[in-house]
């Protein structure tokens, strides 16, 4: 009896150490799929595609995977490494662009011969300079240690808003799912026009804010300290060594990839809050996000996609949080993104059902008065039930 009762509990202790190696080599995704834009651009030609490939290939699988809602058990400096991995990842796939552009492998400027590489080009660098770019440096921009969240800054470069931690912090944290946050779409709003909106609301945010805490050091906006100028040494120091090393051609795929970075960035956010609504001022609960608990979309995104409760407490690490199954739910964020690109199919078959579900289970009695009115704003039906203010019970 205590021979079995050891080995139950060798066994048990096994299971428990191949769950936590698991757990962590799941974020090793992230480098991976950057490793693949590198790979790309190191063999030329039409492998420049590489980067990009990786995109359709990982919706297959998070379609397809079922939901994954488990706790991890990671081991944190390996986890941490990934990150810092796939910053040096970022920097290769720089390094090998520009290279395959200097040797020939990669040609931008042979007419209609070079239209596929370059079109390759494009989509391999912004997909990776998004995706998971993004994710990383969003965790890395809630450390507390000035390290990490430089890096973040760095690879917030490679999407053209260096700053984005100060609006974000400052600015979503706060006043998350009302109207003066401009990460939050309001109700009829197309991926679109908020890609446009979210991003002039980050800089204007972020320039606003650091002006005023300038001034109230008594110093001028202008100074050396405000940190735009950290953002615009950045991102002319990225565009600089691309047209030094690489040619005009290159630099022009160069600002044309950050750009459709910036709007995929900023899909992100579409996704993960549209159309909440919360009173300003008011608490954030557990229903004021959206939660795409995808298997490979958690990993890969290192996490953002489990989403509220990183509003609860943002110092939590990514792989810390818990995910929330009676929290309000999207499918695949990557067909959120792909259905998102057709407003109509978006509205009619994701947004407006889940939000529909949001107003009437979720949504405070003070929130359901807002939604009607966004709803009527919108143009949209109105179809929230009628229900004493004592029967509201917040989300678990």
Known sequence: T??????????ENNRSVMKQIFDTLRYYIIPATTAMGVLGFTLGGSYVWLGFLTYPVLLLFDVLLPKDFKIRNAIAPLVDLSFYLHTIAMIALYTMFILSVRNGTNPLNEGWSSTGQILGSILSLAWLSAVPTLPVA????HRRHPFPRFIAKVLNTFYGDSNRDIAHVMTHHIHLDTAEDSDTPFRGQTVYSFCISATL??????????????????????????????????????????????GLPALLVCIVSVFFAKMLVEGFNYFQHYGLLRVENGPVEKHHAWNHLGTIVRPL????????????????????LTPEPKAPQMPSL?????????????????????????????ASPAE?????????????????????????VPAE
Request: net charge positive.
């Open 368 to 392: 359901q008065k807002l939604a009607r009115d966004a709803n009527a704003k919108a143009g949209w039906e109105q179809w929230i039930q009628e229900k004493p203010e004592t029967h509201f």
């Open 301 to 320: 995104g290192a996490e953002i996609t489990n989403h509220i409760n990183h509003h609860l407490d943002s110092y939590i690490r990514c792989y810390d």
């Open 138 to 141: 969003h965790e890395l921009m």
């Open 334 to 362: 990557f067909l959120c993104f792909m259905t998102g690109l057709i407003p109509p199919v978006w509205f009619k078959f994701i947004a407006k059902p889940a939000l529909k579900e949001w107003d009437n289970k979720y």
């Open 201 to 246: 609301g980050s800089y204007r945010d972020t320039v606003n804010m650091e002006a005023e805490i300038l001034r109230k050091m008594g110093q001028s906006p202008w100074n050396i300290r405000n940190k735009v100028w950290l953002h615009l040494f950045l991102q002319i120091s990225l565009f600089t060594v691309v047209l030094t090393f690489a």
């Open 2 to 11: 205590q021979y079995a009762i050891r080995f139950k509990s060798k066994q």
